[in-house]
């Protein structure tokens, strides 16, 4: 019988890496974990912690609005950028001890490092050779920028976090929910913001009610958006940025920011020195275990070709400590999976578009609702929350939950699991509301709807 230094060997301590890595060890797994950048992976230091930090920072302009509408007074505002990052830095390295104490007290061995894999069993950090019965790729993504004249001038998130000083003007590049929320962001704390997308509308993949609502909330708001554009050219002079357009026209700006895709972090770990077999992209091919076409490597999260989020990646996780350690073979789930965009205001949604559920051939009834938040009664501000159900006719089951406003994502999370106990309209309608809130209009919707246009 053979004999490796460790049962489990997880190159990766994002949040996927960390809870396969602890979980393996709880079942008595021998355990290591490699990490050559900072624990906690995308998510605690360039990603959801971060930038939900600045998505509150960004409402307060808007806050200190309303309070007028409600009797407050507020005056001698003022914004510290460098305040701001600081702060959030001091609780980003917080959060890196709280995965390194959870990593210690779970037995989990941390090697800080690269690691590279020599074989299906072997993989050297800094020289030393380790081996382990099984490897563990759980390396994340990187965003990217396309390669064109003064693309270098760019940056991505991840420069966004760290910037020295707050921009007068910035362009985003890109129509995903990074590129949204960045742009929220970085209008909400006083930037002039443009937005481009290539395509006609952002959002691509979520409902379209959302994609129109968000972006009718955003345009009042002030952002530019830009639909059918992109940037063909950045030129530098004097400090400052100009990008040619695909229109012709040039925009000035101080930051460019693109949120156009993210790529596998796989290059240079020596997945082929194993016979790893990958996407053209990085991204390794798993089956529905999470193992690779090698017996002895699994991968997990953003360095698969699955959902990049980090719940996603946690559960994927989860599911393969259970079926290498605790002899209970198990499928991460991919149904149902809600997800949230902390724009301004919010989206959120669980469950199937109103395509998608057209696509899969259900006979579909929709029910929609646009109403002005009880709060904006008093401030004034032309705001509309929207809230979509998507429902099949045959069986009255809630296919999908879509929703634009405020705590969105609190709201939605809840429905995520009646849509998992296969929840009808039936139950929605017999569900007494808490009143006076937004959420209570899920239940209450009466009224079928046309599709949007």
Same mark, same amino acid.
């Given at each position: 019988?053979?004999?490796?230094? +460790?049962?489990?060997?997880?190159?990766?301590?994002?949040?996927?890496?960390?809870? /396969?890595?602890?979980?393996?060890?709880?079942?008595?797994?021998?355990?290591?974990?490699?990490?050559?950048?900072?624990?906690?992976?995308?998510?605690?230091?360039?990603?959801?912690?971060?930038?939900?930090?600045?998505?509150? /920072?960004?409402?307060?302009?808007?806050?200190?609005?309303?309070?007028?509408? +409600?009797?407050?007074?507020?005056?001698?505002?003022?914004?510290?950028?460098?305040?701001?990052?600081?702060?959030?830095?001091?609780?980003?390295?917080?959060?890196? %001890?709280?995965?390194?104490?959870?990593?210690?007290?779970?037995?989990?061995?941390?090697?800080?490092?690269?690691?590279?894999? =020599?074989?299906?069993?072997?993989?050297?950090?800094? %020289?030393?050779?380790?081996?382990?019965?099984?490897?563990?790729?759980?390396?994340?993504?990187?965003?990217?920028?396309?390669?064109?004249?003064?693309?270098?001038?760019?940056?991505?998130?991840?420069?966004?976090?760290?910037?020295?000083?707050?921009?007068?003007?910035? =362009?985003?590049?890109?129509? #995903?929910?990074?590129?949204?929320?960045?742009?929220?962001?970085?209008?909400?704390?006083?930037?002039?913001?443009?937005?481009?997308?290539?395509?006609?509308?952002? @959002?691509?993949?979520?409902?379209?009610?959302?994609?129109?609502?968000?972006?009718?909330?955003?345009?009042?708001?002030?952002?530019?958006?830009?639909?059918?554009?992109?940037?063909?050219?950045?030129?530098?002079?004097?400090?400052?940025? /100009?990008?040619?357009?695909?229109?012709?026209?040039?925009?000035?700006?101080?930051?460019?920011?693109?949120?156009?895709?993210?790529?596998?972090?796989?290059?240079?770990? #020596?997945?082929?020195?194993?016979?790893?077999?990958?996407?053209?992209?990085?991204?390794?091919?798993?089956?529905?275990?999470?193992?690779?076409?090698?017996?002895?490597?699994?991968?997990?999260?953003?360095?698969?070709?699955?959902?990049?989020?980090?719940?996603?990646?946690?559960?994927?996780?989860?599911?393969?400590?259970?079926?290498?350690?605790?002899?209970?073979?198990?499928?991460?789930?991919?149904?149902?999976?809600?997800?949230? =965009?902390?724009?301004?205001?919010?989206?959120?949604?669980?469950?199937?578009?109103?395509?998608?559920?057209?696509?899969?051939?259900?006979?579909?009834?929709?029910?929609?609702?646009?109403?002005?938040? @009880?709060?904006?009664?008093?401030? %004034?501000?032309?705001?509309?929350?929207?809230?979509?159900?998507?429902?099949?006719?045959?069986?009255?089951?809630?296919?999908?939950?879509?929703?634009?406003?405020?705590?969105?994502?609190?709201?939605?999370?809840?429905?995520?699991?009646? @849509?998992?106990?296969?929840?009808?309209?039936?139950? +929605?309608?017999?569900?007494?509301?808490?009143?006076?809130? /937004?959420?209570?209009?899920?239940?209450?919707?009466?009224?079928?709807?046309?599709?949007? %246009?």
């Amino acid at each position: 019988m053979a004999y490796y230094d +460790f049962d489990l060997f997880t190159i990766g301590a994002g949040s996927g890496g960390v809870r /396969a890595s602890r979980m393996s060890a709880s079942f008595g797994a021998k355990v290591a974990v490699a990490e050559e950048r900072y624990l906690g992976g995308t998510c605690v230091n360039v990603g959801c912690i971060p930038k939900k930090l600045l998505v509150y /920072a960004s409402h307060y302009g808007e806050d200190f609005d309303d309070a007028a509408g +409600f009797g407050w007074t507020v005056e001698d505002r003022r914004f510290d950028w460098t305040k701001l990052i600081a702060n959030k830095d001091k609780e980003i390295q917080r959060l890196n %001890g709280i995965y390194r104490r959870l990593l210690n007290d779970a037995g989990v061995d941390i090697v800080d490092g690269r690691a590279e894999i =020599i074989d299906p069993h072997t993989v050297a950090v800094d %020289g030393r050779k380790i081996t382990a019965k099984y490897i563990l790729i759980a390396a994340g993504s990187w965003p990217t920028v396309p390669k064109f004249s003064g693309s270098t001038y760019a940056i991505t998130s991840n420069e966004a976090f760290f910037l020295p000083a707050l921009p007068e003007k910035v =362009i985003i590049v890109g129509g #995903g929910y990074i590129g949204v929320e960045f742009a929220g962001i970085f209008h909400g704390l006083g930037v002039s913001t443009t937005q481009l997308h290539r395509g006609e509308l952002f @959002l691509r993949g979520f409902d379209d009610d959302i994609r129109a609502t968000l972006a009718e909330e955003m345009l009042k708001r002030g952002i530019d958006l830009r639909f059918q554009t992109r940037i063909v050219k950045i030129d530098k002079a004097n400090g400052n940025l /100009a990008a040619t357009l695909s229109d012709g026209s040039v925009l000035a700006a101080e930051q460019i920011l693109f949120a156009t895709g993210r790529a596998p972090n796989t290059l240079e770990l #020596g997945l082929e020195n194993a016979g790893v077999i990958m996407k053209d992209g990085g991204a390794v091919m798993v089956d529905e275990y999470s193992k690779s076409s090698i017996d002895s490597i699994y991968a997990i999260g953003d360095c698969t070709d699955r959902m990049m989020l980090t719940p996603v990646a946690i559960a994927e996780g989860m599911a393969l400590a259970n079926t290498l350690f605790n002899d209970k073979p198990t499928r991460p789930g991919y149904d149902n999976v809600p997800t949230a =965009i902390f724009s301004i205001p919010n989206c959120a949604t669980v469950g199937l578009t109103e395509e998608q559920a057209r696509q899969q051939n259900y006979r579909v009834d929709t029910y929609r609702s646009e109403f002005r938040p @009880l709060r904006h009664t008093l401030t %004034g501000r032309d705001e509309r929350t929207m809230m979509k159900l998507v429902v099949d006719q045959n069986t009255d089951r809630v296919l999908g939950c879509h929703m634009v406003g405020p705590d969105a994502g609190e709201i939605v999370q809840g429905l995520a699991v009646a @849509l998992n106990c296969g929840a009808t309209k039936a139950h +929605f309608d017999a569900t007494i509301s808490i009143h006076p809130t /937004a959420a209570e209009e899920f239940v209450t919707m009466r009224t079928k709807t046309t599709p949007r %246009g």
